[in-house]
């Protein structure tokens, strides 16, 4: 689900972005619990928000390099 609505001060670059550089993936919780992530550079074209489960799922993935 896209989400173009969001609080502006409640972003936080994710833990997997670079710490040098432009270029940040951020995130936030949204009021309802779904993990809200899009790109610094490109607010204006909204987030992707999924479940937090889902999300969870997602980065459990990554870690264990089964992605």
């Known amino acids: 689900m896209m989400r173009h609505d969001l609080p ?12 040098n550089g432009p270029n940040c993936v951020e995130v ?4 309802g619990g779904r993990i809200a992530v899009g790109d ?3 607010r204006a074209l909204g987030a992707h928000t999924f479940p937090a489960g889902q999300w969870q799922k997602f980065i459990d993935a990554l870690l264990t390099g089964a992605l």
């Not at 409640?10 to 972005?17: A, E, N």
């Not at 936030?28 to 009021?31: D, E, I, R, S």
């Open 8 to 19: 502006e001060d409640q972003w936080r670059k994710s833990s997997y972005s670079p710490d």
């Open 28 to 31: 936030q919780t949204t009021a």
């Open 40 to 42: 610094s550079k490109m």
